[in-house]
């Protein structure tokens, strides 16, 4: 189903590095909610190494990790976000809510100026 309102997605670039948006921190909110990275990524519909190395590439690009995994054994493997996990989503979050907030107005009067029926396809272009 497609979105009838006008929407943003905020992408992050810290300092050079492979950018941090929406997926990556869905995927930390639900490692937090879920307790491990194969029930997010079942979550997120994705494959279990695809949530992996996402978790891997933002574990690595912070000073800290942002998910700590433990070893599997009869009840399989868990994951936890760290404090700094909860930071970036906490952050992220709030950024993503002020930028919302910031072009509204602005949002809205392009969405005005679009032609009647016209919906785009979901993260495509006309």
Excluded at 63 to 87: F, I, K
Excluded at 91 to 96: A, H, I, K, L, V
Aim: proline share 6%; aromatic share 4%.
């Amino acid at each position: 189903m497609i979105d009838p309102m006008a929407h943003v997605l905020l992408r992050l670039y810290l300092a050079g590095q492979r950018p941090l948006g929406p997926g990556k921190v869905r995927i930390l909110e639900c490692i937090r909610d879920g307790g491990s990275i194969s029930e997010a990524a079942r979550d997120m519909k994705m494959s279990y190494r695809s949530a992996w190395l996402l978790v891997d590439s933002m574990n690595r690009q912070f000073r800290e990790p942002l998910v700590r995994t433990s070893l599997g054994g009869r009840g399989g493997g868990s994951a936890a976000l760290t404090p700094l996990g909860a930071e970036v989503i906490r952050r992220y979050r709030t950024m993503e809510r002020a930028t919302h907030r910031a072009i509204a107005r602005d949002l809205a009067a392009l969405e005005r100026c679009l032609r009647p029926g016209r919906a785009a396809r979901p993260g495509g272009h006309r």
